[in-house]
């Protein structure tokens, strides 16, 4: 017999704005940690005591709690009291923790958490049916603000490395030295030093930033924002199928533990593969949020596309490892419904915002996200995608590009398969044109920058044919250029509606417009 639960699911809201309310790295490990130690499954397990066990069913994700409790068929036992006193206790646990950040709590009743999940939970949060838990509201409109986070009024005055600030109680809270959280293994950073075995990242943005090359300039960062493609489409599969099918049901109570696993490895695999940590035998990024399908961190700037590309094309190796018999049995039960169309493994995608080191880091986090959304909307959340963003050359603005297929960056992430490089990592021809791309000097990349967007591509190319570096540009022009063939002129050449470099709606060889790929070749070196 299958036996019904209550389960009860609990979340930060917000959670990497909240974690970076405050400028400096030292109060974002501190909240981090703060987060990971009021989350951990022990200390969720002691305030729930007699009321609910730990959801063994759901995986982990920094500032997500999941717990259940059997559903009684009793007459006059009403579940939603019981989750009402089981809210009210882990909101006061979380809010004596983590004074300024915002939780919602959400429940449903079934047999197995996946079909909760997506037919209870998921509706009942994109509805706004969820109990919220605010921060307090100032009651002296006069009081001092907060010297730290400009946020919520200070409490109380409190030293700190520069001196001594008037702070907030959520200030208070991440004030404390660095020794205390860096190392603490529930934290991403702590975790993750467990994991690969190197020392610490540097204290600071300034630090973290110095770790780049002098030819890089050692003063910028890469905000880098990852979350899954098709996940929920997945998972709402297994828990419809799973009903009639004993595998299936087997599966569902390991599946999310499994895929929060590999995201957790996937990270550590390729912060393990940066130039960087080869070079300074030392973690040469700062995860911030880690966990289920979602990431982010910051690390040298001159680092981040190959991070990108790594993580990702790893996510995708062992997501397709963990889903691959669990996809294959549920396409072939949907295989006469040609309604309900052939699944594919889930993928991610990313956002990478560059920006100096100085700049503030709620608002990277924010561009962060919003060019995560631009990617995953450009292709309907249907493959591994990036967008991007370089704060300093092109402003806060949204990218004039659209969003890449990763395919097109890395092989690993398409079905087909690349060329060697010459390190022995497989490559595309993307890639390889976009290096060669960056052997042409900086300064005449911009002026090549500056003339495909005043004028267009044609003009571009005839600057870069006059001074030699043509066949550097040509794999990112839909024709072989001007010794070669006519390059389209007017209307035919580019679209007022289309993205710059498409032509017409025609892609280059590369599948990377002119302007995207001299954009993309600023960080691309170390890439």
């Known amino acids: 017999m299958t036996v019904r639960h209550v389960y009860v699911d609990f979340g930060a809201v917000r959670i990497q704005q909240y974690l970076t309310r405050t400028p400096g790295l030292r109060g974002h490990r501190a909240a981090s940690n703060s987060l990971a ?27 997500v709690i999941s717990l259940r409790m059997p559903a009684t068929e009793t007459a006059g036992d009403d579940p939603a009291e019981r989750v009402r006193r089981l809210q009210d206790r882990v909101f006061a646990h979380l809010r004596s923790v983590l004074p300024g950040a915002e939780f919602h709590s959400v429940w449903g009743e079934g047999e197995s958490y996946l079909a909760v999940h997506a037919h209870v939970l998921q509706p009942r949060l994109r509805r706004g049916r969820v109990r919220h838990d605010l921060p307090p509201v100032a009651e002296f409109p006069l009081a001092v603000p907060c010297r730290m986070c400009h946020i919520d009024p200070a409490v109380g005055s409190e030293p700190v490395p520069d001196g001594k600030l008037a702070l907030c109680l959520d200030c208070s809270m991440r004030n404390v030295p660095r020794s205390q959280t860096v190392a603490d293994p529930l934290t991403p950073e702590g975790q993750l030093l467990r994991e690969i075995g190197l020392k610490p990242a540097p ?55 499994a895929l929060s696993a590999a995201t957790r490895s996937a990270l550590a695999h390729a912060a ?41 094309a790893e996510f995708t190796r062992l997501v397709r490892q963990e889903t691959g018999e669990v996809l294959d049995r549920l396409n072939r039960l ?24 100085s700049h503030p880091m709620n608002l990277l986090v924010e561009s962060a996200g919003q060019r995560l959304s631009e990617a995953k909307r450009a292709f309907g959340g249907r493959m591994a995608s990036v967008q991007w963003l370089d704060i300093t050359a092109d402003g806060p603005e949204p990218p004039a590009h659209p969003p890449l297929a990763l395919s097109v960056l890395h092989p690993s992430t398409a079905s087909a398969g690349g060329t060697g490089g010459g390190d022995g990592r497989a490559v595309t021809g993307a890639a390889e044109a976009l290096s060669r791309l960056t052997v042409v000097p900086a300064s005449h990349r911009a002026r090549l920058t500056e003339a495909v967007r005043a004028h267009g591509p044609l003009t571009a190319a005839a600057l870069a044919d006059r001074v030699g570096h043509l066949p550097a540009i040509q794999p990112f022009l839909p024709l072989p250029g001007p010794l070669n063939g006519p390059f389209p002129s007017g209307a035919e050449a580019q679209s007022d509606t289309e993205p710059p470099g498409s032509f017409g709606g025609k892609l280059p060889v590369s599948g990377i417009g002119l302007e995207a790929a001299l954009n993309l070749a600023r960080w691309w070196p170390c890439a």
Not at 37 to 51: H, P, S
Not at 223 to 236: K, L, P, Q, S
């Open 37 to 63: 130690r009021a989350t951990a499954e022990a200390a969720i397990a002691r305030v729930a005591e007699g009321l609910a066990e730990i959801n063994p069913e759901a995986g982990t994700a920094d500032g």
């Open 203 to 257: 204290e600071d943005f300034a630090g973290l930033a110095a770790l780049g090359s002098s030819e890089s300039g050692g003063n910028h960062l890469a905000t880098v924002a990852v979350d899954g493609n098709a996940f929920g489409a997945f998972f709402t599969a297994l828990a419809d199928e799973s009903a009639g099918d004993a595998r299936l049901r087997g599966a569902k109570a390991t599946i999310s533990a």
């Open 272 to 312: 393990l593969e940066l130039p960087l940590t080869v070079e300074h035998e030392r973690l040469c990024l700062v995860p911030h949020v880690v966990g289920g399908d979602d990431v982010l961190v910051s690390l040298p700037a001159e680092q981040a596309w190959r991070f990108t590309l790594t993580f990702l």
């Open 334 to 357: 949907r295989r006469n419904r040609p309604e309900q169309p052939e699944l594919e493994a889930p993928t991610a995608s990313a956002g990478i915002v560059f920006a100096h080191a």
